[in-house]
Nanobody
Framework: QVQLVESGGGLVQAGGSLRLSCAASGRTVSSYAMGWFRQAPGKEREFVAAISWRGDSTYYADSVKGRFAISRDNAKNTVYLQMNSLKPEDTAVYYC????????????????WGQGTQVTVSS
């Protein structure tokens, strides 16, 4: 079993930055692909970014490409999401997720989920 805990969310003005962290426990996630997803009120959970287990491949939703960056530190069992140039439409609960080996960009492909962290961007 893998437990994931997100942190780093908060309230920020449009144009600002936040860095989310996802700490894994239970077992090492060095062989897991990791993803970030988000869910805004009244909307379905959507893909934001993903990273391969080795960290050599990254994937982004078009809406965040060029503004967000996903990274991982397998020695610390932690994944990060650096969010720059934030917009009000980025407001959502952000979730970290893990799956074995092959990276995917859809929610149903991920096996483990954190509880989420709220990100609110004011205009």
């Amino acid at each position: 079993q893998v437990q994931l805990v997100e942190s780093g969310g908060g309230l920020v003005q449009a144009g600002g930055s936040l860095r989310l962290s996802c700490a894994a426990s239970g077992r090492t996630v060095s062989s897991y692909a990791m993803g970030w997803f988000r869910q805004a009120p009244g909307k379905e959970r959507e893909f934001v970014a993903a990273i391969s287990w080795r960290g050599d491949s990254t994937y982004y939703a078009d809406s965040v490409k060029g503004r967000f960056a996903i990274s991982r530190d397998n020695a610390k069992n932690t994944v990060y999401l650096q969010m720059n140039s934030l917009k009000p439409e980025d407001t959502a609960v952000y979730y970290c997720a893990a799956r074995n080996w092959v990276v995917r960009t859809t929610t149903q492909d991920y096996d483990y989920w954190g509880q989420g962290t709220q990100v609110t961007v004011s205009s």
